[in-house]
């Protein structure tokens, strides 16, 4: 379906100065999508290609030294500021929301050269994006991680991959899948591909383990004491608050026993909601929670999108006001 797709995507970038970049705290996958798909274009780009990332989470800098140790051949190279009047065109990995990207911390820097998708989360076709090549992103929800999205394309121009970039997509693709449990037949297809001497599923779980810090830690805690029940029929949903790590406080509700958790916090200037569903709900009842987040998105002046399991928004209307609406809207599923 996408193959001619892709050739007009490398048509248009082979004569293109070309930036690459992700979103805000870049997460593995972001962050191994834009270093592939650097690898993939070098080979049939001659003009300069650069990665730039605002920052990268926690989680991203503790496997980049892990992997390193392991791969110190391997060097990592990318900027953390931005020129625009040297690139043609910017591909942006792993978010097709613009409000995700920051090109500057302390002034709102706007993209100035067109740009293009390449992303695993749905794509809301009703905003306007000015500047947006949308015939050449690559767009695909059913893939677990943007990394798979970049290996397909790798794949169909039959390039080899080394043994470090085979490693870095599967530690991508592990990790947005949740080790398989988001994931689908592809998935596992696709990695068990990539499996094998050097490219081994054990040392890589080594490498992707994670301690919580205290904070996080404390932010889990304070999220079981707050958290309110209400019971729909046989549907146990969670809600909660927490000042930080939301999305992990949510997921830590699903595997407490909730079915759906909805975690808010407060910021200075917005509010944030971070929802998750268990997938077997989702496929029973058709309840897609990104699609949910995005239409009350429209009317809470906010932006929000997501996975039919994961999901947030982040929005400056009332808090209670989305929150009993969110609830409504989940219900009318169960
Ligand atoms: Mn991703």
Known sequence: MLNSKYEDFLTFLTSKKILITTHDLADIDGFVSCYTLKFFLTKYCAKPISIFFSELSKHTKNFMLRFSEKFPEFIFTHTNEVNFSEFDVCIINDTNDLSQIQFNRSEAIKLEI??????????????????????????????????????????????????????????????????????????????????????????????????????????????????????????????SNVSSFGARVASMLLNMGFDISIVYSKEKNKNIINCRAKQTICMQTGLHLGKILEEISEYSEGSGGGHDGAASLSFNSDLDTVLLKLVERIKEFL
């Open 114 to 239: 067109p740009y293009i998708f390449i992303d695993h989360h749905h794509l809301n076709k009703n905003i306007l994006r000015n500047g947006n090549i949308d015939s050449l992103n690559l767009i695909n929800d059913n893939a677990s991680s943007t990394s798979e999205i970049i290996l397909e394309l790798i794949e169909y121009f039959n390039q080899n991959l080394t043994v470090s970039y085979k490693n870095l997509i599967v530690a991508a693709i592990l990790t947005d899948s949740g080790f398989f449990k988001y994931g689908n037949n592809q998935t596992i297809k696709k990695v068990s591909n990539l499996l094998g001497e050097e490219v081994n599923f054990q040392l890589l779980q080594l490498m992707l383990k994670n301690e919580d810090d205290i904070s996080e830690r404390i932010a889990k805690i304070k999220g079981l004491q707050r958290v309110e029940l209400i019971r729909e029929g046989d549907y146990l949903i969670g809600i």
